[in-house]
């Protein structure tokens, strides 16, 4: 053994106890909280994703001749082809939960204070590379419905005053959706956002490293209690229940809950009612409350707000004298995000 | 949580997911073993069938697996409540305990399926056996066969031959899609039919001393005649007085709704020389797309709505039968309520029906009006929603004026004069009474059964080949080289055995029809349109006619 160790110390010289060391620091203790140790999640359904997606991307034909087919393949005929579709889109529906829990416990925490800043930036990077990640996987299935959706949403960011026509042009590969948009939704949904996720997480993860995980403290803890802990196995066994509860429950929404095959895409056809992902649903409805223009700068302005929040929060803070100010702010914005979903998931139109 | 009890959550989770992909696993088998055919619901006999079930797996099984693979078995319908009887039925017999019946009537069908029972038996299918008095009945009685059993005029070595069933063409033939008139053998050597079984409303006879003349075996079971039974004709005239056989489109004993959408089970009669529907059908559009497209039919549906469960293709069961989105998805057992022209008889007639959906003949306006329940507009209108699924409103519109167009064409130039003719022949008395004894009635019969149809039909469902090369070329070419010929022959040959006004009150009506315009290239001849179309043969391949 030691000579394999010896042999492979040669020719890659990096200390086996040093990366043990790095991978093993001192765990806050208040991640023995499970609420707390759900900052893995989403990474642990990433790489679910890009092993499905890598499956169905086997059989997937990104042209609007063969999507359709290609998909009803994978969901009919394949062999587990049903199951990796499942996998693949309830994977995707907990990864944006997951998301956003994620960023709704840093936020609620105050975890993106000094020096967090450029990481919740960061974060929010994420959020809008899983959106579309989201976004773009929906379109690919060519049914009625996801060939609307990226209809209607290329056509909304078509109101965006001085961009808007170049998103959409981006956006379809065209003035209209045509035969080159899916290869561009497949190319962008398999390829360039998941590099550039890998990318932006990596640097995440690289921060929380490099400044720590912000320490909480909760009241009547002693002294023990807030003693720090080991990553290994501790922290790891912790993420690897968390792992295969997940897993569980994908495999059981998977086979309980099978994703089928909607109606194929008819550009002459336009459905009665048009609805996104439910993940869109706040923005959806927020477009029918206001006119086109309005509405797209509207969310713009919140989204621009919610990317520099550490900055505004500290200038509240320092503004109104509340450190809590935020956390109000943040029940506010949450409640309206989930009356907006539930008020678009429960009308008709 | 200690690490200890960390370790055991996470050996219960792994267990757990391990089994969650073993049940993944169990899915995908079991849809691999039902795509394959091989998967059966499990299937439990009810009670009263289940010795029925037990004894049929041993000695005729096919009939049990048909049925293990039915609805009805997952519904838990089995032997007996289908082939259940009545003591006071004319066919009743007792079968190791249970009361039962061998032939299952529309009657049987209706104690669970009361509307599509009642759509049948409104229909010109359930019609369909009562043939006697047609052209095509006396085919096969008389010409083909005898309708009196005949002595064999010389021995069939290996086979003791006593007699010869002139009535075979038609058992085995016609009958078998028109439907027999199922009849038990009688002690008498004839045979016990519902017409002399005088069935009451309930379908039990009345007259018992004809039920006394059925022959029956030791355990009681009556004899059925083979020139009436076995027979799943769509028309057959049952014992218990109702008429037609679920079973000529759902065949037993699996009752397959995924069997009878498919143009096949049409094509068992909807085929051949005089009403090739299935042939036309495959030609078409429509049965080409349901070839390249059958695994996107979804035939399994329930419902089977086009436009919703399906769309790639129509079958003859989508236009004619099934339920569509536009028409409330109401399914029909009548195929009579969506076509607006009849194609059967040597003349096509406008689909106006009466309260018993007998085709209308009043040609007075005011009484042809009052006799109609249903009419053809209605009918085609109700096509109209189907064909809508897929075409717009001026696609149907358009193709109904060339369908009408063809039929108009085909009664006006040949249908209508070739009745004339045969009609003025046999009126002068040019012809005997009997049918088929000269040449000129093969002739017409040609014409207008299956040359006509053939065109009118091929213009209906869209198959040119149909409708020009087996259609009306050659319904032209009977008409100009024989019909004409032949009809002039009898006029000439009555001519010369002295029969003057009978020959020229016929000529005349064969020269006022071939004085009308349409007919002017055969008189007066078309010399340029050769002129043009030998100088074309010439320009294309250097080929022409020998100028005269």
Request: net charge neutral; hydrophobic share 40%; aromatic share 10%.
């Amino acid at each position: 053994m030691s000579d394999v160790r010896g042999w492979i110390g040669e020719r890659v010289p990096v200390s086996l106890d040093a990366v043990a060391a790095m991978s093993n620091e001192p765990v806050p203790h208040h991640l023995k909280r499970w609420w707390f140790a759900l900052g893995g999640t989403p990474a642990y359904l990433f790489v679910v994703q890009i092993v499905t997606g890598v499956l169905l991307a086997f059989y997937y034909q990104p042209a609007p001749q063969t999507a359709y087919e290609s998909v009803r393949y994978i969901t009919e005929e394949a062999a587990f082809g049903w199951y990796l579709r499942g996998l693949h889109k309830w994977g995707a529906t907990l990864m944006i939960a997951a998301v956003v829990l994620h960023q709704m416990r840093v936020f609620f925490t105050g975890a993106y204070r000094k020096p967090r800043e450029l990481n919740w930036m960061i974060g929010m990077t994420l959020l809008v590379c899983t959106l579309m990640l989201g976004f773009t996987g929906y379109s690919l299935v060519f049914e009625q419905l996801s060939y609307w959706g990226a209809t209607v949403g290329a056509n909304i960011s078509d109101t965006v005053p001085v961009v808007g026509p170049l998103m959409k042009q981006l956006l379809l590969g065209g003035d209209t959706y045509n035969d080159r948009t899916l290869s561009r939704f497949f190319i962008l949904h398999g390829a360039v956002l998941p590099v550039l996720l890998i990318l932006v997480l990596m640097m995440h993860i690289g921060l929380v490293r490099l400044l720590g995980v912000t320490e909480l403290e909760f009241e009547g803890e002693t002294a023990a209690e807030k003693k720090p802990f080991n990553f290994f196995p501790e922290h790891f066994y912790t993420e690897l229940i968390i792992g295969l509860t997940l897993m569980i429950l994908l495999s059981a929404l998977a086979t309980l809950v099978p994703v089928e095959m909607g109606p194929r895409a008819n550009p002459q056809i336009t459905p009665e009612v048009i609805k996104p992902e439910w993940f869109f649903y706040v923005a959806f409805r927020w477009l029918k409350l206001f006119s086109g223009t309005t509405a797209m700068l509207t969310q713009g302005l919140i989204v621009f707000v919610m990317f520099f929040w550490p900055f505004i929060d500290a200038w509240l803070v320092r503004r109104f004298k509340y450190a809590e100010i935020s956390v109000w702010i943040g029940v506010v914005g949450a409640l309206a995000i989930m009356g907006l979903t539930m008020w678009e998931a429960l009308v008709a139109h | 949580m200690t690490l200890d009890q960390k370790r055991w959550v996470i050996g219960g989770l792994g267990l757990l997911f391990l089994l969650s992909l073993v049940a993944v696993q169990w899915l995908e088998v079991s849809r691999r073993r039902h795509e394959a055919g091989d998967a059966r619901a499990a299937v439990v006999a009810p009670a009263a069938s289940r010795q029925c079930v037990d004894c049929h797996t041993q000695v005729s099984t096919g009939i049990v697996e048909h049925w293990t693979g039915s609805t009805h078995a997952e519904k838990g319908v089995a032997c007996v409540d289908c082939h259940q009887a009545e003591a006071k039925d004319a066919d009743v017999f007792s079968h190791y305990g249970q009361q039962i019946a061998t032939v299952v009537t529309p009657r049987d069908c209706a104690r669970c399926h009361p509307t599509e029972a009642a759509e049948f038996s409104a229909s010109h299918h359930s019609k369909a056996g009562n043939i006697l008095a047609s052209l095509d009945n006396f085919l096969a009685e008389t010409v083909e066969g005898s309708r009196v059993a005949f002595s064999p005029h010389s021995p069939t070595p290996g086979k003791a031959v006593q007699v010869v069933n002139g009535l075979a063409p038609a058992n085995s033939g016609c009958q078998q899609c028109h439907g027999s008139l199922v009849g038990f053998q009688a002690s008498d050597g004839g045979i016990i039919t519902v017409r002399d079984l005088k069935p009451d409303e309930a379908g039990q006879p009345t007259n018992f001393e004809a039920v006394g003349r059925i022959v029956r075996n030791e355990s009681g079971k009556p004899l059925f005649s083979s020139t009436s039974w076995p027979n799943t004709g769509i028309g057959r005239l049952n014992l218990d007085g109702s008429t037609g056989s679920c079973s000529a489109c759902h065949s037993r004993h699996d009752f397959s709704a995924r069997r009878a959408r498919q143009p096949e089970s049409c094509g068992k009669c909807h085929l051949g020389p005089d009403h090739p529907q299935k042939e036309i059908y495959d030609e078409s559009k429509h049965g080409v797309a349901f070839r390249d497209l059958i695994g996107e039919m979804n035939l399994d549906a329930k419902p089977w709505v086009v436009g919703k469960d399906y769309s790639a293709a129509p079958t003859c069961a989508t236009c004619h039968m099934s339920a569509n989105l536009r028409n409330g998805m109401k399914i029909t057992h009548d195929p009579g309520e969506r076509i607006s022209w009849t194609n059967r008889p040597p003349v096509s007639l406008v689909m106006d029906t009466d309260a018993n959906h007998a085709v209308v003949t009043e040609t007075d306006p005011e009484k042809r009006r009052a006799a109609i329940s249903d009419t053809a507009d209605a009918k085609r209108n109700r096509m109209k929603q189907v064909c809508s699924t897929c075409h717009t409103p001026d696609h149907i519109n358009l193709f109904y004026k060339q369908y009408d167009d063809v039929v108009i064409n085909y009664n006006e130039k040949f249908a209508k004069p070739g009745q004339a003719i045969m009609s003025a022949l046999a009126a002068s008395g040019l012809l005997t009474k009997t049918q088929y004894d000269e040449k000129i009635e093969w002739t017409w019969y040609y014409l207008w059964h299956h040359e006509g149809r053939r065109a009118r039909m091929g213009a209906s469902m869209m198959a040119p080949d149909y409708t020009q090369w087996h259609g009306m070329f050659e319904v032209a070419e009977r008409f100009y080289m024989a019909l004409i010929p032949e009809a002039r022959e009898i006029t000439e040959k009555a001519m010369r055995a002295g029969r003057t006004e009978q020959a020229r009150t016929a000529n005349q009506v064969i020269d006022e029809i071939l004085n009308r315009p349409e007919h002017q290239w055969l008189v007066k001849g078309a010399e340029e349109q050769a002129d043009a179309i030998n100088r074309e043969m010439e320009r294309k391949y250097g080929q022409t006619r020998r100028e005269r």
